[in-house]
């Protein structure tokens, strides 16, 4: 069997668990990738360790697996005119959605080392119309590594300054040494959790009001994008809005989310 019949058999084993799609244009990633995997458990070539991974349902092993095919990359306020259409065409209709029971459910879903969910709690307190709102609020990414970083909600200099406003930063950040730490006010209605998105919807909870699914479903191909908003969708209330990526679209999904006029990556729940 060639090189490219082992890739091939590890990237079913990775879609199998994540819905990551890895063609094969990409099979150069896994040498590198995988590097560290194979050394920790003494397997010194990729034919082994495909072998390996589909010798025997190891979760520990694949866990690691996703863990090393997953990309991470994320900064605050990313592409900040869907944080403009957050404000101005998505924000106030929920508040005028919630005004009786002023309670907002937010979900961050592939929220990866947090820069996204605290941009949006950011913006939320930064709203007048919210003082009063309270907020059960949920990121979950597949990656229990990312997750723990997220929740730690500490920050380089060089990750601050990949978006983050600097007044925002001298209000919701303590400097501590070499290091910004989100202020607790802004952490405590989040919930970090571990969730995989091609997993059981119902446990993420349900009848979220937003959902930020960005720049997640580009590694997914046609079915698991359509089985993965299927998922979301059920999580969401009727009414309720998704964010996805500016390369990302909801196609064959029409049945389910409609465009929110003047946005352009902002859908609503049918
Ligand atoms: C590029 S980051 C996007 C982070 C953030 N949403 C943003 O736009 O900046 C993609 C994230 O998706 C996560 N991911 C990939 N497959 C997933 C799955 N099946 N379920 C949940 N998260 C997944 C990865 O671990 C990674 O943290």
New binding site residues.
């Given amino acids: 069997m060639g090189k490219n019949a082992y890739y091939a058999k590890i990237a079913e084993v990775v879609k199998k668990h994540?819905?990551?799609n890895i063609e094969e244009d990409k099979f150069y990633l896994f040498d590198s990738r995988l590097e560290t995997l194979m050394q920790d458990y003494g397997l010194k070539t990729i034919e082994n360790l495909s072998e390996k991974l589909l010798a025997n349902d190891n979760p520990k092993m694949i866990a690691g697996l996703i863990e090393a095919m997953?990309?991470?990359?994320?900064?605050f306020f990313?592409d900040i005119k869907v944080f403009d259409q957050f404000k101005s065409e998505v924000l106030p209709k929920l508040i005028t959605d919630k005004s009786e029971t002023k309670q907002l459910k937010v979900w961050?879903?592939?929220?990866?080392s947090g820069?996204?969910i605290y941009s949006v709690m950011i913006q939320m307190m930064e709203n007048a119309n919210l003082r009063d709102f309270k907020y059960e609020v949920v990121a979950?990414?597949?990656?229990e590594k990312?997750i723990a970083k997220a929740k730690q909600g500490e920050y380089t200099q060089f990750e601050v300054q990949r978006g983050m406003p600097i007044s925002y930063l001298m209000k919701y950040f303590d400097n501590v040494g070499e290091i910004w730490k989100i202020q607790e006010n802004i952490k405590a209605p989040i919930t970090f959790k571990q969730?995989?998105?091609?997993g059981n919807a119902a446990s993420i909870g349900s009848d979220f009001d937003v959902v930020?699914m960005?720049?997640?479903l580009i590694?997914f191909d046609k079915s698991t994008k359509v089985m993965v908003l299927n998922n979301v969708h059920k999580s969401m209330r009727k009414g309720g809005f998704i964010c996805v990526?500016t390369a990302e679209n909801v196609f064959g999904c029409e049945s389910l989310f409609e465009p929110v006029p003047n946005t352009t990556c902002w859908f609503k729940s049918i």
């Fill in positions: 994540s819905g990551i997953t990309t991470h990359e994320s900064l990313r961050s879903a592939a929220c990866s820069q996204e979950s990414d597949i990656s990312i969730h995989n998105l091609i930020f960005r720049n997640v590694y990526g």
